[in-house]
Structure formats: structure tokens, C-alpha cells
């Protein structure tokens, strides 16, 4: 039941770990969105402009891109402040511990989003060494 209750909070810890990069994935697909609006409304003033002569239609296509370009920015931006706060939470946390090779895995792993190969190389232990440490790390971050 203690091992069961252990698994379940190294989980919810990593959940929370892994908020920072969540944070940014999600700040991506807003910046695909917006370079995604931003090509149509490209498109829609190069075709505007050679329909030249003819009605009005394409002035509301193009403001209603515009209102909608100005709404994804503004997500963007929210997103942004999101991350660094998020950022910041996990930087502190990680930085209130008291073994720094724990603390290095979990930046290694977390912040940065390196794989395990990749932090066994640069810390230069072993892959299974740098898997000890990390769950040493977790039963010692605390996260509320």
C-alpha cells in the first residue's frame, strides 16, 4: 500500500515536472496557428488585389482575419506568461534541493527535456546510475 501511495505521488510530481515543457508545446501550436492565419491573410490581400475592381466582399474576409490574428496573438502572449511563471515554479523547486546531481537530472530531464542517454553522457554515470538518482530526486522535490 506505501509503494502503491509512493507510485501514485511520483507520478503526480512528474505531471508537475513536466508542466514547463506542456507549457511550451502548447505556446508551438499557437505559433503554427498564427504562421498558418497569417499565410491565408497573405493570400487573401495578394487575391484582393487582383480583384481590384469588383465589390467590397474582401475588405470584411481580411478585417475578420485581422480580429482573428489579434485573438491568437493574445493567446500566444498569455501562453508565454504561463510558461515563465510554470518555469520559474519547477526552477525553484529543483533549486531548494540539497543534492545537486538530483537537481541536475531533474533540469536535465524536465526543463530542458533531454533524454536519459543524453544526461548519462554529460553527467558521466551510468544509464541506470542516472535512474537511481532521479528516483532519489522525486521522493525529495518538494512539490505541494
Same mark, same amino acid.
Given at each position: 500500500?506505501?509503494?502503491?501511495?509512493?507510485?501514485?505521488?511520483?507520478?503526480?510530481?512528474?505531471?508537475?515536472?513536466?508542466?514547463?515543457?506542456?507549457?511550451?508545446?502548447?505556446?508551438?501550436?499557437?505559433?503554427?496557428?498564427?504562421?498558418?492565419?497569417?499565410?491565408?491573410?497573405?493570400?487573401?490581400?495578394?487575391?484582393?488585389?487582383?480583384? %481590384?475592381?469588383?465589390?467590397?466582399?474582401h475588405q470584411a474576409d481580411l478585417s475578420?482575419l485581422m480580429v482573428k490574428i489579434e485573438?491568437?496573438?493574445?493567446?500566444?502572449d498569455a501562453a508565454k506568461v504561463e510558461?515563465?511563471?510554470?518555469?520559474?515554479?519547477?526552477?525553484?523547486?529543483?533549486?531548494?534541493?540539497?543534492?545537486?546531481?538530483?537537481?541536475?537530472?531533474?533540469?536535465?530531464?524536465?526543463?530542458?527535456?533531454?533524454?536519459?542517454?543524453?544526461?548519462?553522457?554529460? %553527467?558521466?554515470?551510468?544509464?541506470?546510475?542516472?535512474?537511481?538518482?532521479?528516483?532519489?530526486?522525486?521522493?525529495?522535490?518538494?512539490?505541494?
Amino acid at each position: 500500500a506505501l509503494e502503491e501511495r509512493q507510485k501514485i505521488e511520483n507520478e503526480r510530481k512528474k505531471e508537475y515536472l513536466w508542466g514547463y515543457r506542456k507549457a511550451c508545446k502548447r505556446l508551438a501550436v499557437l505559433e503554427e496557428q498564427l504562421v498558418s492565419i497569417q499565410q491565408v491573410e497573405a493570400s487573401a490581400k495578394t487575391q484582393q488585389l487582383s480583384d %481590384m475592381p469588383k465589390g467590397g466582399g474582401h475588405q470584411a474576409d481580411l478585417s475578420d482575419l485581422m480580429v482573428k490574428i489579434e485573438k491568437i496573438q493574445r493567446k500566444m502572449d498569455a501562453a508565454k506568461v504561463e510558461a515563465m511563471r510554470v518555469k520559474v515554479d519547477i526552477e525553484l523547486k529543483i533549486a531548494e534541493m540539497a543534492d545537486p546531481d538530483e537537481q541536475m537530472v531533474l533540469r536535465m530531464r524536465y526543463i530542458e527535456g533531454k533524454k536519459w542517454n543524453y544526461i548519462s553522457e554529460k %553527467m558521466k554515470y551510468s544509464w541506470r546510475q542516472v535512474i537511481n538518482i532521479h528516483g532519489r530526486a522525486l521522493l525529495n522535490v518538494q512539490i505541494k
